[in-house]
Nanobody
Framework: QVQLVESGGGLVQAGGSLRLSCEAS????????MGWYRQAPGKERELVAT???????NYADSVKGRFTISRDSAKSTVYLQMNSLKPEDTAVYYC??????????????WGQGTQVTVSS
């Protein structure tokens, strides 16, 4: 069974911080490219940050300088450290995993999401 389980969401005031965690199971985590997406009500799901299997990162312009994505292979976990949070960061945040399976095809997995609410 493949599972991506997010945690760490919650309610925080503007300017505050949260750290999201995504624990992966059932996949070869060390080979997977990982990422975080978010979706606000009535809006399309958007990319927040990604980290490849070798640690290369990229971020949406809206979060650069505020968010940091990282991974811990020993724990099969990817993190999203969110600082200087703004109300516009309010969304459901989803963990994403992508890897090439033994047949040479792309496998994509999603977590169930965790709510982040930033108040004014």
């Amino acid at each position: 069974q493949v599972q991506l389980v997010e945690s760490g969401g919650g309610l925080v005031q503007a300017g505050g911080s949260l750290r999201l965690s995504c624990e992966a199971s059932g996949i070869r985590f060390s080979f997977a490219d990982m990422g975080w997406y978010r979706q606000a009500p009535g809006k399309e799901r958007e990319l927040v940050a990604t980290i490849t299997s070798i640690g290369s990162t990229n971020y949406a312009d809206s979060v650069k300088g505020r968010f940091t994505i990282s991974r811990d292979s020993a724990k099969s976990t990817v993190y999203l450290q969110m600082n200087s949070l703004k109300p516009e960061d309010t969304a459901v945040y989803y963990c994403h995993a992508e890897l090439i399976n033994w047949r040479g095809r792309r496998d994509v997995y999603w977590g169930q999401g965790t709510q982040v609410t930033v108040s004014s």
